[in-house]
């Protein structure tokens, strides 16, 4: 009992001090990045491979972006878009405008600096460790530059071997 709490004592603070080794650089503050840390362990316990998820994004980006879209991810790539709601205005959405999570976690942990004037701020499911509302604020002066990524009803998928 006691190894196990020693051992998870010293993960929670080696994760820590890993995220506040770069409190000066990064957009990200202190706590938002132990959060991301924490929701990516989550993540990645899951082992996922293939999933479902639907996901939007609010900017200044082609309409398809900014309406919900089902993708569906296999080893890590967009594999297929599929409008959630068909009934309003829509082109065809390009897969590679669309971010699968572990992209997102990556973006999340390399946007910007602080040193600039970005922020980045993030919502983690407490479950799966999904990132649910990622907002990546530009800097001053930057006045299309930002957008808020929301993910959603997450679905594993099976895999066939």
Same mark, same amino acid.
């Given at each position: 009992m006691? !190894?196990?709490?020693?051992?998870?004592t010293?993960l929670? /603070?080696?994760v820590?001090?890993?995220?506040?080794s770069?409190?000066?650089?990064?957009?990200?503050?202190?706590?938002d990045e132990v959060?991301?840390?924490?929701?990516?362990a989550?993540w990645?316990?899951?082992g996922l491979?293939?999933?479902?998820?639907e996901?939007?994004?609010?900017?200044?980006?082609?309409?398809?972006?900014?309406?919900w879209?089902?993708?569906?991810? $296999?080893?890590?790539?967009v594999? /297929?878009?599929?409008?959630?709601?068909?009934s309003?205005?829509?082109?065809? #959405?390009?897969?590679?405008?669309?971010?699968?999570?572990d992209?997102?976690f $990556?973006?999340?942990?390399?946007a910007?600096s $602080?040193?600039?004037?970005?922020?980045v701020?993030?919502?983690y499911d !407490?479950?799966?460790?999904?990132?649910?509302?990622?907002?990546?604020?530009?800097?001053p002066g930057?006045l299309?530059?930002?957008?808020v990524?929301?993910y959603?009803?997450?679905r594993?998928a #099976?895999?066939?071997r």
């Open positions: 006691r !190894a196990r709490r020693s051992i998870r010293g929670y /603070a080696a820590t001090m890993l995220a506040l770069g409190c000066g650089e990064s957009a990200l503050s202190p706590s959060a991301r840390l924490q929701a990516l989550r990645t316990a899951q491979v293939q999933y479902t998820v996901t939007r994004v609010s900017c200044f980006c082609p309409v398809e972006l900014n309406q879209q089902r993708i569906t991810v $296999a080893g890590n790539v594999t /297929a878009v599929v409008p959630v709601d068909s309003g205005e829509s082109g065809s #959405p390009v897969l590679t405008w669309y971010s699968s999570v992209e997102l $990556a973006r999340i942990a390399t910007g $602080a040193t600039d004037g970005s922020r701020s993030a919502e !407490a479950v799966t460790g999904l990132p649910t509302v990622v907002s990546f604020e530009a800097p930057v299309d530059g930002g957008a990524y929301y959603r009803k997450l594993p #099976p895999v066939y």
